[in-house]
C-alpha cells in the first residue's frame, strides 16, 4: 500500500531527517510510528500525505508516485481544525463540498444532486452516530468536549471514504479516559474496515494499542527504519497484563537508545 524508497528530507543543509530510507506498509496493516521529539515523525506523515516533497527517492500509494496529496488519503491532525462557526454537521460534511460530492458543482443535474445529497446525508449520519456524537451534530465546537471535537474531525475524514488514513498525534490532548476511549474506538474502527492506516503518537501505550507494526524513528538522520512487530495491538483493557508492559518497555529502551543518538548532518 505504502512504499517508501530511498527517501531523502532534511530543512535546510544544517538537518537531515531521512537518507536512503526505505520501508512498506501492507494493505489492511495499522503502524504507528514513536520517536523522539523532533525526529521527522510528523515530517514524514506530510511526506506520506504528498504535503512535503521528498528531496530525493520517492514515495508510492498503491503503485501511484506521490507529488501532491491524493483524494484517497484522509488526514487528522491533532489541532482537529472544525470551523468554529459551522455545526457539527457543517464541518462534516466539509470534505464532501470541497470535493463537489456534495452540493452543485455544475456537473450534475437537479435529480442527481438531490441524490447525492441524499446519499452523502446517510453516510454523514452513519458515522457521526458510529462515533457516538449523532446526536451533537446541530452543535457548534465550542460547545463541545475535546473528545466531542475531535470526533467530529475524524468523521469528516471518514465520511470521504479514505483507503489510507494518516493521523498525526490525534489524542495526545486528551485526559487519558478519554484518550483510552478513544483509542478503542479506532481500533475497533480498524477491525471493521481493515483499512491501512499511520498514527504518530509520542505515547508508548498508545503505540503498542494501535499498532500491528511500530516504526520508532532516530533523533540522528535516519537511515534504516527500527520496525518492531507487535501481536498486542488492540489490548486496550490489558495495560496491567505482563505482556503488555514487557512490549512497552522494550519499546521505551528502543526509544532511550534513539533519543540518545547524536544529530547528523547529511553531507
Same mark, same amino acid.
Given at each position: 500500500?505504502?512504499?517508501?524508497?530511498?527517501?531523502?528530507?532534511?530543512?535546510?543543509?544544517?538537518?537531515?531527517?531521512?537518507? #536512503?530510507?526505505?520501508?512498506?506498509?501492507?494493505? =489492511?496493516?495499522?503502524?504507528?510510528?514513536?520517536?523522539?521529539?523532533?525526529?521527522?515523525?510528523?515530517?514524514?506523515?506530510?511526506?506520506?500525505?504528498?504535503?512535503?516533497?521528498?528531496?530525493?527517492? $520517492?514515495?508510492?500509494?498503491?503503485?501511484?508516485?506521490?507529488?501532491?496529496?491524493?483524494? *484517497?488519503?484522509?488526514?487528522?491532525?491533532? #489541532?482537529?481544525?472544525?470551523?468554529?462557526?459551522?455545526?457539527?454537521?457543517?464541518?462534516?460534511?466539509? =470534505?464532501?463540498?470541497?470535493?463537489?460530492?456534495?452540493?452543485?458543482?455544475?456537473?450534475?443535474?437537479?435529480?442527481?444532486?438531490?441524490?447525492?445529497?441524499?446519499? &452523502?446525508?446517510?453516510? !454523514?449520519?452513519?458515522?457521526? &452516530?458510529?462515533?457516538?456524537?449523532?446526536?451533537?451534530?446541530?452543535?457548534?465546537?465550542?460547545?463541545?468536549?475535546?473528545?466531542?471535537?475531535?470526533?467530529?474531525? !475524524?468523521?469528516?475524514?471518514?465520511?470521504?471514504?479514505?483507503?489510507?488514513?494518516?493521523?498525526? $498525534?490525534?489524542?495526545?490532548?486528551?485526559?487519558?479516559?478519554?484518550? $483510552? $476511549?478513544?483509542?478503542?474506538? %479506532?481500533?475497533?474502527?480498524?477491525?471493521? *474496515?481493515? %483499512?491501512?492506516?499511520?498514527?504518530?503518537?509520542?505515547? !508508548?501505550?498508545?503505540?503498542?494499542?494501535?499498532?500491528?507494526? !511500530?516504526?520508532?524513528?532516530?533523533?540522528?538522520?535516519?537511515?534504516?527504519?527500527?520496525?518492531?512487530?507487535?501481536?498486542?495491538?488492540?489490548?486496550?483493557?490489558?495495560?496491567?497484563?505482563?505482556?503488555?508492559?514487557?512490549?512497552?518497555?522494550?519499546?521505551?529502551?528502543?526509544?532511550?537508545?534513539?533519543?540518545? *543518538?547524536?544529530?547528523?548532518?547529511?553531507?
Amino acid at each position: 500500500m505504502i512504499e517508501v524508497q530511498n527517501l531523502y528530507f532534511g530543512y535546510g543543509e544544517a538537518s537531515c531527517l531521512f537518507a #536512503d530510507f526505505s520501508f512498506t506498509v501492507e494493505k =489492511g496493516e495499522a503502524w504507528t510510528v514513536i520517536g523522539p521529539s523532533g525526529c521527522g515523525k510528523t515530517t514524514l506523515l506530510y511526506l506520506i500525505a504528498g504535503l512535503n516533497k521528498p528531496t530525493g527517492g $520517492e514515495i508510492r500509494i498503491n503503485s501511484e508516485k506521490i507529488t501532491r496529496p491524493r483524494p *484517497s488519503t484522509g488526514l487528522v491532525l491533532q #489541532d482537529h481544525g472544525l470551523l468554529p462557526w459551522a455545526t457539527v454537521l457543517d464541518n462534516t460534511r466539509l =470534505g464532501l463540498k470541497i470535493r463537489k460530492f456534495y452540493g452543485p458543482d455544475g456537473k450534475h443535474s437537479p435529480a442527481d444532486m438531490q441524490m447525492d445529497e441524499k446519499k &452523502n446525508k446517510e453516510r !454523514i449520519d452513519y458515522w457521526l &452516530n458510529w462515533l457516538g456524537i449523532g446526536r451533537l451534530q446541530n452543535m457548534y465546537p465550542a460547545q463541545l468536549s475535546r473528545g466531542q471535537r475531535q470526533r467530529a474531525a !475524524i468523521a469528516r475524514t471518514l465520511v470521504l471514504e479514505p483507503d489510507l488514513l494518516l493521523m498525526d $498525534e490525534p489524542f495526545s490532548a486528551l485526559d487519558a479516559p478519554i484518550r $483510552e $476511549e478513544l483509542q478503542k474506538v %479506532m481500533f475497533q474502527f480498524h477491525q471493521q *474496515s481493515k %483499512m491501512t492506516s499511520l498514527i504518530v503518537t509520542h505515547d !508508548i501505550e498508545e503505540a503498542v494499542v494501535l499498532g500491528e507494526k !511500530i516504526l520508532v524513528l532516530d533523533n540522528c538522520c535516519n537511515r534504516f527504519p527500527k520496525i518492531v512487530p507487535n501481536d498486542l495491538s488492540g489490548a486496550v483493557g490489558k495495560r496491567s497484563d505482563p505482556d503488555f508492559i514487557m512490549k512497552c518497555s522494550q519499546i521505551r529502551e528502543l526509544l532511550a537508545v534513539c533519543a540518545n *543518538s547524536p544529530p547528523l548532518k547529511e553531507h
